[in-house]
């Protein structure tokens, strides 16, 4: 009686279940759920099936990339049909087809080959990894056309997301509902060893906003950095470090933030170290963030642009440390050609950066012709500009005016 118990418990999908994984009232036509690895993803897309099975939903569309991953993931993965399923319940596979007792049939489908969906009908479709299709709105617009038997039928698009067309269209649909859950809420059921070496690696990183929290990462036709020229830095002597400073011209509630940026020099290359961009505060008060970047770091100098604040710039960081070596710097071209030449660098991967420069990095990719980061000041762009273009431009092509 106790394992009998045990097994009613363990193929609860209620009781094991988040909020999130449980399908969304209301009505909708496709279920977007967007996770990083591990997140239980697939668990979410076998146990729906289940669910529509047990109602006797029927026909299904099983899609995977290929036939090759829907059957050993999807439908024999750890967290596939047959898993979540007790035996009693449990389908058979015959050929490409699932079916159940009751009579439910699910047909297995690779959306690698998408003309495949042409003359198949279906009641819904559970669709896997469908940022990995290869042609994906080709096999997802034949799947539309097939998705018409029942009194409501939908689909459920389960997904790390990649910043393609599709899921943009999706996310844009008012039909769609979607749902997010990071790697880290489903701790409890990974493994301790890949929770500290892959989840601790990555966190914060442009790949693990992508691949860990299930961010749609995407990037801005025309800019001049894209997410796939981030580099992360993985060690290094660094025989120079500076802290670069773009001051706001006033300190109130409505200032353009103060751009504090630490970079330093490896090798050819740099690497940025941290960003301690401060907004509304005193100019005193940014001075002293400044300052204390350069200890921290044991850095060489501060850079620090004086268009807007000329001398009063210096004697301020002065005022807070004398003894602080001071380069200023005065900008006599416009940001976009200043950022140029620095954007190159990164294109050719001379430019790395730490973990945990999520801010900047959006700013960047953001940046604009107009000088503009999403409609506002890139005060971390410019810092950054000026540490970059001071370590690694103005020794054999000067950027830089200094006073």
Excluded at 331 to 337: I, S
Aim: some cysteine.
């Amino acid at each position: 009686m106790l394992d009998e118990a045990v097994e009613t418990k363990f193929y609860d999908w209620r009781h094991w279940s988040y909020s999130q994984q449980r399908e969304p009232a209301g009505d909708w036509t496709t279920w977007l759920f967007m996770g990083g690895r591990g997140c239980g993803k697939t668990r979410t897309g076998a146990e729906w099936v289940r669910q529509l099975a047990n109602d006797r939903v029927s026909p299904i569309a099983l899609v995977g990339e290929t036939m090759n991953e829907a059957l050993a993931i999807m439908v024999r993965g750890e967290s596939g049909i047959f898993a979540v399923c007790p035996e009693e319940e449990r389908p058979k596979l015959r050929g490409h087809q699932l079916i159940w007792k009751n009579g439910v049939e699910a047909t297995l489908m690779s959306a690698s080959d998408p003309d495949r969906f042409r003359g198949p009908q279906f009641a819904a479709a559970w669709c896997d990894e469908v940022a990995k299709w290869p042609d994906a709105e080709a096999a997802w617009d034949q799947l539309q056309f097939g998705l018409r038997l029942g009194d409501r039928p939908r689909q459920l698009a389960t997904t790390t997301p990649r910043p393609i067309a599709l899921l943009r269209r999706l996310l844009a649909d008012p039909k769609t509902v979607t749902s997010h859950m990071k790697t880290n809420d489903n701790h409890a059921h990974l493994a301790p060893d890949f929770m500290e070496a892959v989840v601790g690696r990555y966190r914060g990183s442009i790949l693990g906003r992508q691949e860990l929290d299930g961010e749609l990462i995407e990037d801005m036709p025309g800019a001049l950095w894209q997410r796939g020229m981030f580099r992360r830095f993985e060690g290094g002597e660094i025989r120079r470090i500076l802290v670069a400073v773009d001051p706001p011209v006033t300190g109130h509630e409505r200032s353009d933030a103060c751009g504090i940026i630490v970079a330093g020099r490896v090798g050819d290359g740099a690497v940025v170290l941290e960003d301690r961009t401060v907004r509304q505060v005193a100019p005193l008060d940014w001075a002293r963030r400044a300052v204390a970047a350069y200890e921290a770091h044991g850095a060489d100098a501060i850079v620090v642009e004086v268009n807007q604040g000329g001398d009063l710039v210096q004697a301020l960081i002065a005022q807070v440390d004398g003894k602080v070596p001071v380069r200023p710097v005065r900008a006599n071209r416009g940001k976009w050609l200043r950022a140029e030449p620095v954007a190159a660098l990164y294109g050719r991967g001379l430019v790395r950066h730490v973990d945990g420069l999520t801010e900047l990095e959006d700013e960047m990719c953001a940046f604009g012709m107009d000088g503009r980061s999403d409609g506002h000041s890139p005060d971390r762009v410019d810092a950054l500009v000026w540490a970059v273009t001071e370590l690694l431009l103005n020794e054999s092509e000067p950027r830089v005016r200094r006073l």
